[in-house]
């Protein structure tokens, strides 16, 4: 089992990243896709997830209206698009894929993001 970050790196206020998950070794479509993030001294926070075949959206309310997530289930793939991003969304973030019919869970090894001026 593979998910494998991209995407992350240094950018101003205001500016955008697109991360991107690559996904292998389970089937991907019997997964939640969700992207979480670690800020320093903080927890980790479910940023935003999406269901098997894309039918629910939920974001956590710091991101609402700023990120978008999405999945191509032909490529086995997630993003997260981030659109004026804040020095508060630095953190690591991380691609989660949960089974949709228990508690088996899979984590990426997570790309740095960092906002600042």
């Known amino acids: 089992v593979q998910l494998v970050e991209s995407g992350g790196g240094l950018v101003q206020p205001g500016e955008s990243l697109r991360l991107s998950c690559a996904a292998s070794?389970?089937?991907?479509?019997?997964?939640?896709m969700n992207w979480y993030r670690q800020a320093p001294g903080k927890e980790r926070e479910l940023v935003a997830g999406?269901?098997?075949?894309?039918?629910?959206?939920n974001y956590a309310d710091a991101v609402k209206g700023r990120f978008t997530i999405s999945r191509d289930n032909a490529k086995n793939t997630v993003s997260l698009q981030m659109n004026s991003l804040k020095p508060d969304d630095t953190a690591v973030y991380y691609c989660?894929?949960?089974?949709?019919?228990?508690?088996?869970?899979?984590w990426g090894q997570g790309t740095q993001v960092t906002v600042s001026s």
């Open positions: 999406i269901t098997s075949a894309g039918g629910s959206i």
């Open positions: 989660n894929a949960r089974w949709s019919y228990g508690l088996r869970q899979y």
């Open positions: 070794g389970f089937t991907f479509t019997s997964y939640i």
